[in-house]
């Protein structure tokens, strides 16, 4: 399988799993459903997305710029601009709960937005991938948590008092984001050459990678809840390593 076909399956696959994984709140406009866990699944994902960012796209975004003749650190400045963004915006969410309850619609469009803008990212960031290995293990971070977050989100949703036709709205838009940014930056490795649109992109997704691997949940988060646990951090290592490890060919 080439490079652009897994994309594509990739972007179709994405988009089916996120879906279906919000179907059932809405159908059933449950205000007790459980939250889904996979805690392994998602600390690997953590990992991955650690590494990647680390490891692959800060590297690879700085490299691109040098090439562009960009010698400030312009990469990691937007990737810490990407990083703050997120955590300024789930920080809000949580004053918002805290002050007027965690079922406003404020708290569910701002995470509808927080989850929208990592996935546009995530997507890119994947359709930027040159080497058929990076792209399927961002592939395998991204079927690890877009599931339970897409659950997670309609659930969310559904408590909240946004309406039905604006939560169904909302929604659609999460479900659309990643295979949109797949497209976007498939589109940009094929046809933008050397300009700065990827490095800019790949920062930026670095940065959304970086909080998502690392502070994504803020109390309730892998790294933080659950980083004494062995067998579930063992899995955030796996996920780094494994990314270190392709870097030897990439």
Known sequence: MDLTSLKLIAAVA???????????????????LAKFDFPR?????????L???????????????SQLG???????????VSFLLLLLLEHLSSEI??????????????????????????????????????????LIAILAHKWAASFSLAVQINKSDVSFKLGIVAFAIFTVMTP??????????????????????TAIAAGTFLYIGTLHGLKRSVMIERCCNLRDFSFVIIGFGLMALVALWT
């Open 51 to 65: 590494g990647a960012a680390l490891i692959h796209m800060l590297s690879n975004a700085n490299y691109n710029f």
């Open 70 to 80: 960009i010698h400030y650190p312009l990469a990691f400045l937007l990737c810490g």
């Open 14 to 32: 994405i988009f089916f799993i996120a879906a279906v994984a919000g179907w059932f709140p809405f159908r059933k406009k449950a205000l007790s």
């Open 180 to 201: 949109i940014g797949i497209l976007l930056g498939n589109s940009i490795v094929n046809f933008s050459g050397q300009s700065f649109i990827e490095p800019i992109f």
């Open 41 to 49: 699944g998602e600390a690997l994902a953590c990992g991955i997305f």
């Open 97 to 138: 709960s805290e002050h007027e309850g965690k079922n406003t619609a404020s708290v569910a469009l701002l995470a509808v937005i927080m989850l929208a803008i990592h996935s546009l990212f995530e997507g890119a960031a994947l359709g930027l991938s040159g080497s058929l290995s990076t792209a399927v293990l961002i």
